[in-house]
């Protein structure tokens, strides 16, 4: 089935409005599940390697932090070069049952698709700001930079590696997608190096507009990426629909 006939499909078949819905699912006979529980059943089905390289990178940063010099900005520089690595082991671990050809059995599961999705973005999400928000003040100790900036100088890298991988998952559908997120990881890498060892000093406070601007940038980007990914996870879900 084309997409254009799969379009078509989609808006001439006009879906009956449910009566007394709410009514007859809290009737049904089920186990009912809070929020809470469960976003920790999700914590489970996330891949042990997430956590571990998370931890090895914050070990990493512990490291690089006392092998410089006091207030020499190297130490940002080698941490922020770092974070491409942790968004490219996010992303992949959310877009791992896909990959893996897993997307359709999920949707079989008591819970939907992109409840799956968000969950687990939410709980990765979180994983993500919490070692940011660990390394913040350890690095503030060690350079003369206000924690705030630190922030968003390290939020840089992460949003330009989360923009492009989504953009190209959502371009790109392939089980060699990991590959190229990791490509991403590795060319926002390179643009870090780049940057750092260029006679042009990034972490200047005459520079600090200019990064608020491309962070702003950057994050209307990536919501729109995710969005999209999001919209064409509800899509699978709708045409999975059509052939049963």
Same mark, same amino acid.
């Given at each position: 089935m084309n997409s254009k006939l799969k379009k078509a499909i989609k808006c001439s078949y006009e879906i009956p409005k449910p009566k007394r819905k709410e009514e007859f699912l809290s009737n049904?006979?089920?186990?009912?599940?809070?929020?809470?529980?469960?976003?920790?059943?999700?914590?489970?089905?996330?891949?042990?390697?997430?956590?571990?390289?998370?931890?090895?990178?914050?070990?990493?940063i512990l490291v690089f932090c006392h092998s410089f010099k006091k207030d020499d900005l190297r130490i940002l520089m080698a941490v922020s070069a770092?974070?491409?690595?942790?968004?490219? +082991?996010?992303?992949?671990? *959310?877009?791992?049952? @896909? /990959?893996?050809?897993?997307?359709? %059995?999920?949707?079989?599961?008591?819970?939907?698709?992109?409840?799956?999705?968000?969950?687990?973005?939410?709980?990765?999400?979180?994983?993500?700001?919490?070692?940011?928000?660990?390394?913040?003040? +350890?690095?503030?100790?060690? *350079?003369?930079?206000? @924690? /705030?900036?630190?922030?968003?100088? %390290?939020?840089?890298?992460?949003?330009?590696?989360?923009?492009?991988?989504?953009?190209?998952?959502?371009?790109?559908?392939?089980?060699?997608?990991?590959?190229?997120?990791?490509?991403?990881?590795?060319?926002?890498w390179c643009l870090e190096l780049l940057l750092n060892y260029s006679r042009l000093t990034i972490y200047e406070p005459r520079y600090i507009s200019l990064w608020l601007a491309i962070l702003a940038l950057l994050l209307i980007a990536f919501s729109k990426e995710l969005h999209k990914y999001i919209k064409n996870t509800e899509e699978l879900l709708w045409n999975s629909s059509l052939t049963v």
């Open positions: 049904l006979p089920y186990p009912k599940t809070r929020g809470q529980d469960f976003l920790r059943s999700q914590v489970g089905y996330i891949h042990k390697r997430v956590w571990v390289t998370s931890f090895i990178l914050f070990i990493l770092m974070i491409p690595i942790l968004t490219s +082991v996010t992303v992949t671990e *959310i877009i791992r049952s @896909s /990959v893996f050809g897993m997307d359709e %059995l999920e949707m079989t599961t008591r819970y939907n698709l992109r409840s799956l999705v968000l969950a687990r973005m939410g709980i990765l999400g979180m994983g993500n700001m919490l070692l940011l928000l660990l390394t913040i003040p +350890v690095l503030s100790i060690r *350079i003369e930079i206000e @924690s /705030v900036w630190i922030g968003v100088y %390290l939020l840089g890298p992460y949003l330009l590696t989360c923009f492009i991988s989504f953009a190209l998952i959502n371009r790109f559908r392939s089980n060699e997608i990991t590959y190229y997120c990791a490509g991403a990881a590795v060319l926002v």
